[in-house]
C-alpha cells in the first residue's frame, strides 16, 4: 500500500510539472515559438561569426554544416520543464531561419559571473550582464545594466540602457525587441531602455546591419536559462 502511494504521489508530481511546463512556451497571438519548451528543434550551433560565411554555402554545405554543430549544442544545451539551460559553455544556439524586421519576446535568469547577449540578424548584441561590482565588469558597462547595443561604437546611442532595469540573481527578466531596418528598440522587464537606435554591423561597420539574418543566444561563462522565446514578423 505503501507502495501505491508513493507512485501515486511521484506520479502526480510528475503531471503537475509537466502542466507547469506546458503553461510556458505558449506564444501570444500574431506571435511564434522560437523554443517550443521540448527540444530544440529548430536550432543549430554558431558562434561570434559573420552570417555571410553560411550564405554563401550551398544547400548541402549548410545542411552537413548544421548537422556537424548538434553535437556541441546537445552537450551544452538541455530542455527540463519548459526551460532551455545552458551551461554557460559551447556554440550559441542559432535559428535555422533568418529574419528581418520583427518583435522578439523572450525571459531569461542567469547566475552571478555569467554574461551573455542575443544577436539579431546573426550581429551582436542586446547585451546580458552580471550588473554587480562582484562580477568584476563594471569598468566596461556593466553597472549600466543589460539591455543596450554593447557592440555599438563607444558613445553611439543605444550602447548602454538608459537605465538599470535587471532584477536580481535567480528571478525571471523579460525583453521585449523591436528591430526595423537598421534601427533596434529594448524594452527590459517592461521599461524602454534603448529608443530606436542604429545597431551597427559588428563585422563591417562601414556598412549598415544585414537585411536578415537569424536569431543568436549566447553562451559566456555562466548557466542562463530561457523561456518563452517568441517572434512575430514585421511586413
Known amino acids: ?16 510539472l509537466s502542466l507547469n511546463a506546458s503553461a510556458q512556451n505558449i506564444p ?4 511564434t515559438a522560437l523554443f517550443n519548451g521540448v527540444d530544440l528543434e529548430g536550432w543549430f550551433g554558431r558562434g561570434t561569426e559573420d552570417p555571410r560565411v553560411l ?15 548538434r553535437k556541441d549544442i546537445h552537450e551544452h544545451w538541455s530542455v527540463t520543464d519548459g526551460e532551455l539551460i545552458n551551461d554557460g559553455d559551447g556554440l550559441f544556439l542559432t535559428t535555422n531561419q533568418d529574419y528581418g524586421d520583427f518583435e522578439l519576446l523572450l525571459e ?36 549600466k545594466g543589460s539591455g543596450g547595443l554593447w ?4 558613445e553611439a546611442p543605444g550602447k548602454d540602457p538608459s ?8 528571478e525571471w527578466n ?6 526595423a531596418g537598421t534601427k533596434v528598440t529594448v524594452f527590459m522587464n517592461g521599461e524602454k531602455v534603448v529608443d530606436d537606435s542604429e545597431m551597427e554591423n559588428y563585422f563591417d561597420r562601414s556598412i549598415p546591419i544585414f ?8 553562451t559566456h561563462g555562466g548557466e542562463i536559462r530561457w523561456r518563452n522565446v517568441f517572434i512575430r514578423e514585421i511586413s
Open 1 to 16: 500500500m505503501r507502495s501505491l502511494m508513493l507512485i501515486f504521489v511521484a506520479g502526480f508530481f510528475s503531471v503537475v
Open 28 to 31: 501570444p497571438e500574431g506571435f
Open 55 to 69: 550564405w554563401a554555402m550551398t544547400d548541402s554545405e549548410l545542411a552537413a554544416h548544421k548537422e556537424e554543430t
Open 108 to 143: 531569461y535568469r542567469t547566475v552571478p559571473n555569467a554574461d551573455s547577449g542575443i544577436y539579431l540578424r546573426g550581429v551582436p548584441q542586446v547585451q546580458i550582464w552580471d550588473t554587480t561590482e562582484e562580477g568584476g565588469k563594471w569598468a566596461i558597462g556593466a553597472d
Open 151 to 154: 557592440n555599438n561604437s563607444k
Open 163 to 170: 537605465k538599470l532595469m535587471d532584477k536580481p540573481f535567480g
Open 174 to 179: 523579460s525583453f521585449r525587441i523591436i528591430m
Open 211 to 218: 537585411e536578415r539574418g537569424p536569431i543568436q543566444l549566447q
